[in-house]
Structures are given as C-alpha cells and as structure tokens.
C-alpha cells in the first residue's frame, strides 16, 4: 500500500492507493504483473488534529517502524465513471494526481488498461477509454463532480499557474489535450496538440520501431510553455 499526503489549505488531506499484484489478462510491458493497480482511492477528509503518533504501527526488522493503515477518517471512494453500458464498472489504473493552485480541485487522472469488450471480444470504443476524475476538495469529503473521458493518456496531467486550464498527455496518441473550466465545467479546447514525432526513443526491438508517447507534464512558472517527456 502506497500513502501519499498533501497539505491544503485547511487542513491535511491524505492520499492511500492499494496495490493489487496478480497477473493480468493480455497485458504487454511492465503492466505483466499489475492489474487494477490503484484501483481505489482513499480519499481523506481533514484529520482535525489527529498525527501519525495515533496510528496503528507495525514494527520493522531494522527498528523503525510504519503506519500501513489508512488515516483516521479515510474514504474509501471506487472511481465509477458512470458508463451507461456498465454502470457498474470501476476504473483502474489511477496512477497521477493534479491539486489545483488555490487548492480546491483535485484531478486523478487514470492510465492503463480500461478496456470494455463486447460477447465476440471486441473492444467496445466508446466504453474503452482512461478517464479524469474531477473533485471538489474545499470542504472535508472530496466529492466527485465530473467525469472526463481520454481516448488515450500516459501518467501525464498538470494545471497551468492560474488555474484556469489544465493538460493532459495522449499518450501513444503523441499529443497533448488542453481543457478548459467555464461555468464551473471543465472541457476541452481546440484539437490536441500533435507533437509529430515518428518514433519513439526507445531502443529499436527487431524490424519493429517504438511508437512515441506523450507522458509525464510540466508547465513553466510563467505558463508559456509544455514540457512532455516521452
């Protein structure tokens, strides 16, 4: 279990994502041995005074010690995208998080394998895509405000220094997708920006060539420039 925490402005909001390892179905690359990995978040509340000292402990050989419990007042909160044909289905794969500048929007944005197909095996498009989690986190609970679907993404999310846009890497797409908040709804602006690589620059398997891919984001303090690493 991975426990991650950020402080807002009111308070402490902690982060858990559980790990699930076990092998996948027809997955490629280093996804071999994971499925459904943060799958879940615990999203927490403010801990109102509560600290480490109060958790549960588990002693470790070398005399240190961890907490491997959720913080006192965790949600537990599955990330249902709301897909009319599965309204039952939990995305996977929630591998990034993006805290807005004044501290009141998180987004979680997935990247994996989200992948819904139909009695024959065929993948099913428009229920097959990762997706962005908006939350509102300015009172105590987050609560989930609005769903956005990408057709494909890699880890890469961030907003812009004011706020007003943030972006989102397309992955093997090789691109980068600008949204944009009006009316308290954030969509998105204009076609993604294509990077036209083509190639990656990974190392060369046998006659195939790695396809490039849009990953991780940063925007410069000045909001003037993207950076994308492949």
């Known amino acids: ?26 997955l490629p690359g280093p996804w071999a041995c994971i499925t459904n990995a943060l799958r879940l978040l615990f999203l927490a509340g403010l801990l109102s005074g509560a600290s480490t000292s109060g958790m549960a402990q588990e002693a470790l050989p070398n005399g240190q010690s961890i907490t491997p419990t959720a913080a006192p007042g965790a949600i537990f909160n599955p990330l249902n995208p709301g897909l009319t044909d599965y309204p039952d289905f939990t995305a996977g794969q929630a591998v ?42 300015t009172s105590g609970s987050p609560v989930q405000n609005q769903v956005i679907q990408v057709p494909n993404t890699y880890s890469g999310i ?41 190639t990656g620059n990974g190392l060369p398997q046998g006659a195939r060539t790695v ?7 940063a925007v410069t303090a000045d909001g003037k420039t993207i950076v994308v690493a492949n």
């Open 1 to 26: 279990m991975i426990e991650i925490r950020k402080i807002i402005t009111t308070g402490e909001m902690v982060l858990v994502t559980p790990l699930r390892l076990w092998p996948p179905r027809s």
């Open 211 to 217: 396809p490039p891919a849009a990953a991780g984001l």
């Open 96 to 137: 990034t998080t993006a805290v807005s500048p004044d501290g009141t929007t998180l987004l979680v944005l997935t990247s994996g394998y989200n992948r819904n197909n139909d009695a024959s095996g065929k993948v099913i498009p428009r229920d097959s895509n990762e997706y962005v989690f908006v939350f509102d986190i």
């Open 158 to 198: 961030t907003f812009s220094p004011e706020g007003a846009q943030f972006f989102v890497s397309g992955g093997k797409d090789d691109s980068v997708h600008t949204y944009t908040n009006s009316g308290g709804s954030w969509a998105e602006t204009g076609t993604p920006i294509a990077l036209g690589h083509g």
